[in-house]
């Protein structure tokens, strides 16, 4: 079924060969029930989804996770290195601070002045890291509502989509809820239906340019 989606959405070069089912797998974390994620031949699906989930069920899921997967690699591996340098380069500058400024301070307290800038200097540095990780987070979410949306142009399968959105989100998974962090930069199954919602019946329509 995976493989006639990669076809009919035109990727039939991203052949797949095995199917692995899993709650936590190496270079993804976490794997969400309404996610299905791809590493080179392998998609891996969530294990607590698996006695749940009807094939029909997973094929809006996979849809969108191929326009995730395919179209938006580069998107995603720009964003996690714009938050990995952000956070390198935050840490850096409070080295070279506490190297090269701090000691220079006057300190009328005494010793223990440095070492309360130090402490604050921590925790400052650590304050711009979730700052950043927070403000990035947003578009790394926006890009799965953006294959959401390409999938159902490319498929018309919106109401199926929605329909598995509202069945996954009523299983009430702790993974689910460890999603629902400001910092997640993969949206719940609850903030996909929404954001399908608002964006009106048209998206949901059944007159795809795909359609089998």
Do not use: C
């Not at 987070?137 to 159902?152: E, G, K, N, T, V």
């Amino acid at each position: 079924m995976a493989n006639g989606l990669l076809s009919q959405l035109r990727f039939e070069g991203n052949r797949l060969e095995r199917v692995i089912w899993a709650s936590v797998y190496r270079g993804i974390g976490l794997v969400l029930p309404d996610q299905p994620a791809f590493r080179g031949t392998t998609m891996i699906l969530a294990i607590d989804a698996k006695e749940e989930l009807t094939t029909e069920d997973w094929r809006p899921l996979i849809a969108s996770s191929i326009f995730y997967d395919k179209k938006f690699r580069l998107r995603r591996r720009l964003g996690t290195l714009t938050l990995v340098l952000s956070i390198i380069l935050t840490i850096a500058g409070a080295v070279l601070f506490s190297i090269l400024v701090v000691p220079n301070l006057p300190r009328p307290g005494g010793p223990s002045t440095g070492r309360g800038l130090g402490g604050l200097l921590l925790f400052v540095t650590l304050g711009l890291g979730f700052a950043f990780a927070a403000l990035l987070a947003p578009y790394m979410r926006s890009l799965r509502f953006h294959a959401d949306r390409l999938a159902i142009l490319a498929l018309g399968m919106g109401d199926e989509l929605v329909k598995v959105l509202m069945k996954i989100d009523a299983m009430a998974l702790p993974v689910l809820q460890r999603q629902a962090s400001r910092f997640s930069q993969r949206p719940t199954p609850r903030q996909r239906i929404r954001r399908l919602s608002s964006t009106g019946r048209g998206a949901l329509g059944r007159d795809p340019p795909l359609a089998e």
